[in-house]
Antibody
Framework: EVQLVQSGVEVKKPGESLKISCQAS????????IGWVRQMPGKGLEWMGF????????KYSPSFQGQVTISADKSISTAYLQWSRLQASDTAIYYC?????????????WGQGSLVTVSS | DIQMTQSPSSLSASVGDRVTITCRAS??????LNWYQQKPGKAPKLLIY???ILQSGVPSRFSGSGSGTDFTLTIASLEPEDFATYYC??????????FGGGTRVEIK
């Protein structure tokens, strides 16, 4: 059974750093892209970027390029999303999701979401 | 970026109703269109990919159609568990995937 299990709730102050995780199981982690999607409070979905764990090839949405870093450790089947300096506007739920195909780029399995709250 | 516009932004319907949600792309995206369902407090769930291909395990009352710029998601007969928010997503520009703003389906 494919599962993506994300790290839990984070409460941080502006300017702090953060790295959240997404551990995959039930499939060959190295062979599928993993994407990250942001959902701000009461808002819709925004694609941030994705990574191919097999070779760590990473693509970012222009909106998030330079704002976050996506990485992966295939030895432990885990993808990461990190910030070096959080802002209040980073408050959101962050989802990781497996991208099934390189044709339609559909996200077929999703993590449960990681709630990040940034407040002074 | 390709802009995805969904309509309506919300609708009220009754169990058993036929529901249609529209998604329009700002430029042609062929059939590179996926649909998701999201319930409150839960992660999105893939319903349809490639505009019309039903994801494994999704009930057949869900269907998708369209090509080019105009797409629809249809729920043939609304069930109580279908009350949720629905999002379309284009994958024509793979380095700039974008979602529609969502359509909330509420109980009348």
């Amino acid at each position: 059974e494919v599962q993506l299990v994300q790290s839990g709730v984070e409460v941080k102050k502006p300017g702090e750093s953060l790295k959240i995780s997404c551990q995959a199981s039930g499939y060959s982690f190295s062979n599928y892209w993993i994407g990250w999607v942001r959902q701000m409070p009461g808002k819709g979905l925004e694609w941030m970027g994705f990574i191919y764990p097999g070779d760590s090839d990473t693509k970012y949405s222009p909106s998030f390029q330079g704002q976050v870093t996506i990485s992966a450790d295939k030895s432990i089947s885990t993808a990461y999303l990190q910030w070096s300096r959080l802002q209040a506007s980073d408050t959101a739920i962050y989802y990781c999701a497996r991208q099934y195909s390189s044709t339609f780029y559909q996200f077929d399995f999703w993590g449960q979401g990681s709630l990040v709250t940034v407040s002074s | 970026d390709i802009q995805m516009t969904q309509s309506p932004s919300s609708l009220s319907a009754s169990v058993g109703d036929r529901v249609t949600i529209t998604c329009r792309a700002s430029q042609t995206i062929n059939n590179y269109l996926n649909w998701y369902q999201q319930k409150p407090g839960k992660a999105p769930k893939l319903l349809i990919y490639g505009a019309s291909i039903l994801q494994s395990g999704v009930p057949s009352r869900f269907s998708g159609s369209g090509s080019g710029t105009d797409f629809t998601l249809t729920i043939a007969s609304l069930e109580p568990e279908d009350f949720a928010t629905y999002y379309c997503q284009q994958s024509y520009i793979t380095l700039s995937l974008t979602f529609g703003g969502g359509t909330r389906v509420e109980i009348k």
